[in-house]
Structures are given as structure tokens and as C-alpha cells.
């Protein structure tokens, strides 16, 4: 069941999608060589606290963290650890907070130092391919216009889009219908003004499968990955992105 949001349930989220780029940004400006991402998830979860929110990834799933924690050729959902990010690293850090009743999510790829050109590229077309995403989500359009304009612009540029992993709605649950695919998929729902969905291109350099993690809980690429998220409200003004300050 796709669930409709009310203007003021999407006012609530919004809310919540401030603090959680709010939280982003101050988890950004750590990011540097030498620090651990159990220390990163450390830091998510008292900014989390502070803005008497909660962390809405902890214990889903068995989930042991609020931040998921990905480098290199990890994609998601990698738990924070004890290990160092080193000069060159990228990292993709996914946070979920529940605020107020509703969750909200998001996912930025950070380089750790300076990284090459290829990386550079990598990034900066994972983050781009993100926003030509957001475009498409207009009321009458079709869900499937998202993956498409996604996947025609990843590719143009010589990446590849991961198939296993997808998008989805978010509301009152972290998850919630529809599933968003960031490639052609043939799906013909129509975008209604009122739904709230989880946009989340994820780039791979190389081959897009993916395979489980040894621990379970994150996916793991045979190349270089990149990940970005935005929470999204369809509205009668067009898309809008309630994860941004």
C-alpha cells in the first residue's frame, strides 16, 4: 500500500528533514583521515538525541547502529567499526531519524583527503544523477520516468547503476511502498501529490552486482561505489526535498 500524506504530516517531516541534514553536515565536517566510523556513528547519535529525534535505523532489521558507515567498494548498510578512513577513501554515510512519529532519510559520499579525478567523477555524477531524479517527481508522472532518467545519464557518463538495491517510500516506517528503481523497471504507477519517497542512485564504477557483507547487514560491489539520498514530497508545486536545510 502506497500511503498519501497530509500537507501537515509532510510539515512534520520536513521538520525532521532539516535536523537530519543538519546532523549530516556537522557529520560531514568530521570526516577526515585517522578518525573511526564507530566514532562517526558515536557522533550521529548524540546530534540525533540533542534534537530529540530518534535514530530510526538502530535495531531495524537487527541493525546495531544509528549511521550506517560505507567505504570504498562498500555500497550500504556497512556497520561502524573500529577502522580508521584513510587519505583516499570515499565514504557514504546513510542516516534515518524518526522525529515527531515520522522518518526521514538521507545518504551523502564524502572523499576522505584528496582522491583522484575518476573518484571526483564518480561522486560528482552519483550526486547530479540524484538531482535529475528529483525532477521527474511531478503528480502524474510515472514512477519509472525516475529510474530511467537516472540510469540514461549514469551510464552516458561511463558508471553503471546497482540493480539489487533500489529506492522507496518513507513515512510513518522506514520502509514503505513503492519500491524505486534507479533503472528501467517498466513500473506504471502514477506520482500523486502527497507521497513521500526515499530517492537513492547507487553507482558503481566497474559491474553493478552486489553481494551481502560477511557480517549480514551491508552490500558489497567489486568496484568503487557512490551513494546518495534525498527524502521527497510530491506536492501541486512539484518535488520537494524535505532533507535539505
Not at 583516499?88 to 584528496?114: F, H, Q, W
Amino acid at each position: 500500500m502506497i500511503r498519501i500524506y497530509s500537507k501537515n504530516e509532510i510539515q512534520i517531516m520536513r521538520d525532521g528533514g532539516r535536523i537530519l541534514a543538519k546532523i549530516m553536515k556537522e557529520l560531514e565536517k568530521k570526516v577526515k583521515p585517522g578518525i573511526t566510523t564507530k566514532e562517526l556513528d558515536k557522533v550521529a547519535s548524540d546530534l540525533i538525541f540533542s534534537f530529540k529525534a530518534k535514530p530510526s535505523f538502530k535495531g531495524y532489521n537487527k541493525f546495531p547502529a544509528a549511521l550506517c558507515t560505507s567505504i570504498n567498494e562498500e555500497v550500504v548498510h556497512a556497520v561502524p567499526k573500529d577502522r580508521k578512513l584513510k587519505k583516499g577513501n570515499i565514504l557514504s554515510l546513510d542516516l534515518g531519524i524518526r522525529y515527531k512519529g515520522y522518518c526521514s532519510d538521507m545518504a551523502i559520499t564524502i572523499p576522505v583527503g584528496e582522491v583522484d579525478k575518476k573518484i571526483k567523477k564518480l561522486i560528482g555524477v552519483t550526486k547530479d544523477s540524484l538531482d535529475i531524479g528529483i525532477e521527474e517527481m511531478k503528480a502524474g508522472n510515472s514512477l519509472d520516468n525516475i529510474g530511467v532518467a537516472i540510469q540514461k545519464y549514469v551510464e552516458k557518463n561511463g558508471f553503471n547503476v546497482v540493480r539489487e538495491l533500489v529506492g522507496h517510500g518513507v513515512g510513518k516506517q522506514v520502509h514503505e511502498d513503492p519500491q524505486i528503481p534507479n533503472y528501467k523497471s517498466n513500473q506504471g504507477i502514477e506520482l500523486k501529490q502527497g507521497m513521500v519517497l526515499a530517492l537513492e542512485p547507487m553507482v558503481t564504477v566497474g559491474d553493478w552486482h552486489v553481494k551481502k557483507s560477511k557480517d549480514g547487514f551491508g552490500y558489497v560491489a567489486d568496484s568503487l561505489s557512490a551513494h546518495f539520498e534525498h527524502t521527497i514530497a510530491v506536492t501541486d508545486k512539484g518535488p520537494m526535498i524535505l532533507t535539505e536545510i
